[in-house]
């Protein structure tokens, strides 16, 4: 079955940087669309980036240029790079994928940003 585990988030200051990680399994992961997820509790999930088979890539207009998404195929691995990160960027990040109609999600990594 589909398997999304993500990792890497932590505990750090206003201003650094932190890479995520989604290791993939139980699906061809380099068929597939993926996507960055993030949410905060209270509000509802936002798309922070996707990325194509092709690694053709888009990205939450507000954080164009502050984060990165990336992909290895031969990991079956995807990545999310976010730069000079913001108290409002605190939140769960999750990595999915789609089967039909079905998103599929790990189980989350949580992102704090404090001083």
């Known amino acids: 079955q589909v398997q999304l585990v993500e990792s890497g988030g932590v505990l750090l200051l206003p201003g650094g940087s932190l890479s995520l990680s989604c290791l993939s399994s139980?699906?061809?992961?380099?068929?597939?669309?993926m996507q960055w997820y993030r949410q905060v509790p209270g509000k509802e999930h936002e798309l922070v980036a996707a990325i194509s088979p092709a690694e053709y890539t888009n990205y939450l207009r507000d954080l164009r240029g502050r984060f990165t998404i990336s992909r290895d195929n031969a990991k079956s691995t995807l990545y999310l790079h976010m730069n000079t990160l913001q108290p409002e960027d605190m939140a769960g990040y999750y990595c999915?994928?789609?089967?039909?109609?079905?998103?599929?999600w790990g189980q989350g990594t949580q992102v704090t940003v404090s001083s």
């Open positions: 999915t994928t789609w089967s039909g109609t079905m998103r599929h």
């Open positions: 139980g699906f061809d992961f380099i068929s597939k669309y």
